[in-house]
Structures are given as structure tokens and as C-alpha cells.
């Protein structure tokens, strides 16, 4: 049996919190000040919300989101697998699985900000760079 007859994508409108947390740790982007119980907000406030589950034991190993407003634009977002499912086409997978849903909704303009080492991986599903366009975030955090 392949990875991929070992691996279930789905659309969930809430997930175990801790498994959630987890992936976004696995990944350096949880701050411990986080609030681990607004996950599923988080989760619900999420356009498409896709978690890659293990299916010998239920267990998440994989997530990616969109954030979008169903109609024009939508963002890929928190596209994560855990180290030890890495390079088995789980990311793939989620990707595509999103990648098709806004399709479907006949959204046009997909776009991500990839993290440095990752634009191969991006390049391959057909995401290029957008010339002329700088990515930025807003510099002054909350205190």
C-alpha cells in the first residue's frame, strides 16, 4: 500500500484542538501566547480548512487552509505536514484537494506567500512568482 491509500483529506469546520496546535508547531509558527481553545475558530473563520488524516489512527498529520470571500480571490494558507510524513505527497495532496475546491467555487485568483526553499515545491502545482509584487506584513504587533 502506498502513502497516499494510508492518507484521507477532508473539509472540517472543527478539529482536536491539540492536533491542530501540534502541526502548527511542527511548522515554527505557534507562539506559545496563542490560545490553543480558538482553533476552531480559527478553523471556521477559514474559507476551506483541509486536514490530512492518518487513517490506521485518526490522527491529523497534515493541514491547509484557504482564506477567501467564496467569490474572486483566495489565499492558500498553513499548508503544514508533520516531519515524519513529509516527502510522501501529503502536501500535495492538500494542495490539490484546495486547489480544486476553488476551482469549483470558480475562484480565478489563488495566491501564497511561500516560505523561503518552498517555491519548488509551489512551482510544480503551477504557482509562479508575481513580478512587480512585493509581499508585506504590517511591522507594529499588538502589545
Known sequence: MNDKNKIQIEFVRSWHEDQIVQLYRAAGWWKEEMDAGKINHLIQGSFLFAVAIDISTGRAVGMGRVISDG???AYIQDLV???????RGVGTMI???LLEE?????????????????????????????PGHVPMLFAKEAK
Open 102 to 130: 476553488c476551482k469549483f467555487h470558480k475562484i480565478s485568483w489563488i495566491g501564497l506567500i511561500a516560505e523561503p526553499g518552498k517555491e519548488e515545491f509551489y512551482r510544480s502545482q503551477g504557482f509562479a512568482p508575481m
Open 71 to 73: 467569490i474572486a480571490d
Open 95 to 97: 494542495l490539490i484537494k
Open 81 to 87: 505536514v508533520q516531519g515524519d510524513w513529509r516527502s
